[in-house]
């Protein structure tokens, strides 16, 4: 399926490593010019040098002064900014006993604000070509949040919310907004937290065994595994393009049907 994206360029924040690295090769597979984002200098460059047609540019995005440090680095490389994808965003370790007032307003300034700075500076450029994408990370906890890390599902609720909000400001514009919101994604991070969790419980630390477990204790769903990363990526590539013109305001789970599914 030719998506129709050659030509454009797209930013991907937090791109330099994880799931943002896969989604930037992906749409530079589809002949998107992929500008690289990192939090810290040099590791943008790193990644960029590894994909045909990109650029780099890095910025503290936890912070107002590095969101708007990428937004002057990106008019450097280009005036036109087509593609927006707000890959960035952290977790963090938290309680409704122990996470305090600043630990809320952390996840809130690295989940929340970061977006809204990018978007703020880049949908202006979008508005007046009449045509942009803007894809937002989310999680499946904002339709089925945890007990644990209140302050991060917070967050990460009210990026959708903002989303929902922003796509009803650019009606008309030639603008989407979509929201994409994952389940547990295989990445070298997690597959290496629960294999130190199946050592330390004495348990098999082989793959197959840790998702087997994963399935049945934590993420049962219907697919019976957990996605890779290329899964999402393929999504946020299909909503960038102008065969998803007409799939807007939405916010999509990748979660092989966990949320609302009953074992």
């Not at 991907?12 to 992906?26: F, H, L, Q």
């Not at 989310?138 to 949040?145: A, K, L, N």
């Not at 991070?189 to 098999?204: N, S, V």
């Not at 960038?240 to 092989?256: P, V, W």
Request: charged share 20%; aromatic share 6%.
């Amino acid at each position: 399926m030719d998506l129709q994206l050659g030509g454009k360029t797209a930013l991907i924040t937090g791109s330099n490593r994880g799931t943002g690295e896969i989604i930037a090769r992906t749409l530079a597979d589809e002949g998107v010019q992929v500008i690289i984002h990192s939090n810290e200098e040099g590791a943008s460059e790193a990644t960029a040098k590894g994909i045909a047609n990109s650029a780099w540019v890095w910025g503290n995005l936890a912070t107002s002064e590095g969101a708007q440090q990428t937004l002057q680095q990106v008019t450097r490389v280009t005036e036109n900014v087509d593609v927006l994808v707000n890959n960035y965003g952290t977790a963090g370790r938290g309680s409704w006993d122990h996470s305090s007032a600043d630990d809320w307003i952390d996840m809130y300034q690295k989940n929340v604000l970061s977006a809204m700075l990018l978007i703020q500076g880049l949908a202006p450029v979008m508005k007046a070509r009449r045509w942009g994408r803007i894809v937002q990370l989310g999680t499946i906890g904002s339709h089925q949040p945890n007990a644990i890390m209140p302050h991060y599902y917070a967050a990460k609720g009210a990026l959708a919310t903002m989303s929902a909000s922003l796509t009803k400001e650019l009606s008309g514009t030639g603008i989407t907004v979509n929201t994409v919101s994952p389940g547990y994604i295989k990445t070298a991070e997690l597959e290496e937290g629960f294999k130190q969790r199946a050592r330390k419980e004495g348990r098999d630390e082989s793959w197959p065994a840790i998702e087997a477990h994963i399935v049945k204790h934590e993420f049962p769903n219907p697919c019976g595994r957990i996605a890779e990363r290329e899964e999402v990526a393929d999504l946020v590539a299909f909503l960038c393009s102008e065969r998803a013109a007409f799939i807007n305001g939405q916010n999509i789970r990748i979660d092989g049907g966990f949320v609302g599914t009953t074992y």
